[in-house]
Structures are given as C-alpha cells and as structure tokens.
C-alpha cells in the first residue's frame, strides 16, 4: 500500500481554509481542520494543549469573555511535504479584541498535516513570537 504524498498547492490550501476559518472566528468551521488527537502549542499558554477538545475549551473561554478575531493575514509560507503528510511554516499577523480592546501579534506558525483519506488533516500547531524588529 503506498502512501500518498500531498501536493504543495494542496498544503497551502488547507492551511489557507484554517486561516480564513480563525480570521472569522468560525469555531466550527477552524476546528473542523484538525483532528481530535491534534496538539497545540502556543507561546501564550502555560502547558501544551494534548487534543482539540483541550484548545475547544480554552476557545470557548475566550469567545464567552468576548474574544473574537479582527483580522489574520499568512505571508512567508513554506510548504514541505513527506509520504502521508506536510509542514506549513508561516509568519501570521493577527488582531483580537479580547473583550477589554485590541491586541496585534505577529508571530511564526508552524502547522503539521497527516493525509487523511482523500484530505489533510491538521495534527499539530506551534506558535511563537517573533523576535523583536521583524
């Protein structure tokens, strides 16, 4: 049985539909993206976050507080693709209202697909800060 190797295009694809899915804040839409087993690791949070149902929570905390996305915009991307799955690197700009005003980061993103039947399926997302002055 031969695993199959995603197309580059196919990577920026569906990382553009987990973009566009956050920018809006379409809950279901942007987790729909990952699987139940995905973990996160974002730079803000204490712990790493062990599956979706974990961020879901942390999520829901943070719309029920108010929190929503004004705007994501993705630029430096780099797609690597292996038999059965990709990494899409990219430098994220984003502006939140928290509920109590706006905040802006820019930040790196790095997003691990697996191919999962016909689609790719994100299993891991890690964010960091950039350094200052970039």
Avoid: K, N
Avoid at 26 to 37: E, G, I, K, Q, S
Avoid at 81 to 89: D, L, N
Avoid at 99 to 112: D, F, K, L, T
Wanted: negative net charge; hydrophobic residues 40%.
């Amino acid at each position: 049985m031969s695993v199959r190797t995603p197309g580059e295009d196919e990577v920026a694809a569906a990382a553009a539909a987990i973009v566009d899915a956050f920018a809006a804040t379409d809950t279901r839409r942007y987790f729909a993206r990952f699987a139940p087993d995905a973990s996160f690791v974002f730079h803000t949070e204490a712990a790493r976050l062990d599956d979706r149902a974990s961020y879901e929570i942390l999520w829901r905390s943070w719309t029920e507080s108010g929190w929503r996305v004004l705007s994501c915009a993705s630029s430096d991307a780099l797609v690597q693709t292996y038999p059965g799955g990709a990494v899409f690197s990219h430098t994220v700009a984003t502006r939140v209202d928290t509920g109590a005003g706006e905040e802006a980061y820019r930040e790196r993103e790095s997003i691990v697909f697996r191919v999962d039947g016909d689609r790719l399926v994100a299993i891991h997302e890690h964010l960091s800060p950039l350094p200052p002055g970039h």
